[in-house]
């Protein structure tokens, strides 16, 4: 639950997806539930109005992209305006503002997503070693007597006299690919955490420092 004093704004996550014969149950108590109250338990996130000393129901909150089927809201805040959901079946944080919280946005939350793109990060930097040491003993770069010592060094370049250039050829080719898919995934991963004005911001201020 959230309350945001500004606006009297009370936000109550109501859990799970309604169980099955939910409706029915309901029908059936002994006092009867209001429709607005019946209405607002199915959806992600109930909304109600603080004035008064009194609390009113207000207009449920929906949320673009949650499934109506199966869904877990965890955790919800509120402030100036902005509302942050917790949807733990997708790993999902959802960010809601502007009137009647219409404009929304949602990036990952937990580890997997992130470990996922570093560990091709990895990959690529393991790719670009090994064709390097390769290509270094097969070519030796004139930098001195300890450069060609660390290269000789390396697994890589152990093997080095395995590899033809068919070998090098295909190695290019999925450095190149890889490098590519993960320029396109990282924009995305990071444009679904914070706007392009942000991130724009955010390199120049690093470049003026």
């Given at each position: 639950?959230?309350?945001?004093?500004?606006?009297?704004?009370?936000?109550?996550?109501?859990?799970?997806?309604?169980?099955?014969?939910?409706?029915?149950?309901?029908?059936?108590?002994?006092?009867?539930?209001?429709?607005?109250?019946?209405?607002?338990y199915l959806k992600p996130?109930?909304?109600?109005?603080?004035?008064?000393?009194?609390?009113?129901?207000?207009?449920?909150?929906?949320?673009?992209?949650?499934?109506?089927?199966?869904?877990?809201?965890?955790?919800?805040?509120?402030?100036?305006?902005?509302?942050?959901?917790?949807?733990?079946?997708?790993?999902?944080?959802?960010?809601?503002?502007?009137?009647?919280?219409?404009?929304?946005?949602?990036?990952?939350?937990?580890?997997?997503?992130?470990?996922?793109?570093?560990?091709?990060?990895?990959?690529?930097?393991?790719?670009?070693?090994?064709?390097?040491?390769?290509?270094?003993?097969?070519?030796?770069?004139?930098?001195?007597?300890?450069?060609?010592?660390?290269?000789?060094?390396?697994?890589?370049?152990?093997?080095?006299?395995?590899?033809?250039?068919?070998?090098?050829?295909?190695?290019?080719?999925?450095?190149?690919?890889?490098?590519?898919?993960?320029?396109?995934?990282?924009?995305?991963?990071?444009?679904?955490?914070?706007?392009?004005?942000?991130?724009?911001?955010?390199?120049q201020a690093l470049l003026?420092?």
């Amino acid at each position: 639950m959230s309350f945001e004093p500004a606006s009297g704004n009370v936000f109550i996550s109501t859990g799970g997806t309604p169980k099955p014969l939910f409706q029915e149950t309901v029908d059936k108590l002994k006092h009867q539930v209001p429709p607005e109250a019946v209405a607002a338990y199915l959806k992600p996130v109930m909304k109600l109005h603080y004035a008064a000393g009194r609390l009113t129901f207000a207009q449920p909150v929906s949320i673009d992209g949650v499934s109506p089927d199966n869904y877990f809201i965890s955790g919800v805040t509120a402030k100036s305006g902005v509302l942050y959901v917790l949807e733990i079946n997708t790993n999902r944080i959802y960010r809601l503002s502007g009137p009647n919280y219409a404009k929304q946005s949602s990036a990952e939350t937990g580890a997997r997503p992130y470990a996922a793109l570093l560990e091709r990060h990895v990959e690529l930097q393991g790719r670009l070693e090994w064709l390097t040491s390769v290509l270094e003993h097969r070519e030796p770069a004139p930098e001195g007597v300890r450069s060609r010592r660390l290269t000789r060094a390396s697994i890589a370049t152990e093997h080095a006299d395995e590899f033809d250039d068919d070998w090098i050829h295909d190695m290019l080719v999925s450095i190149t690919v890889l490098a590519t898919r993960l320029d396109y995934d990282s924009r995305e991963l990071a444009f679904s955490l914070f706007s392009a004005g942000w991130w724009t911001e955010r390199t120049q201020a690093l470049l003026e420092s």
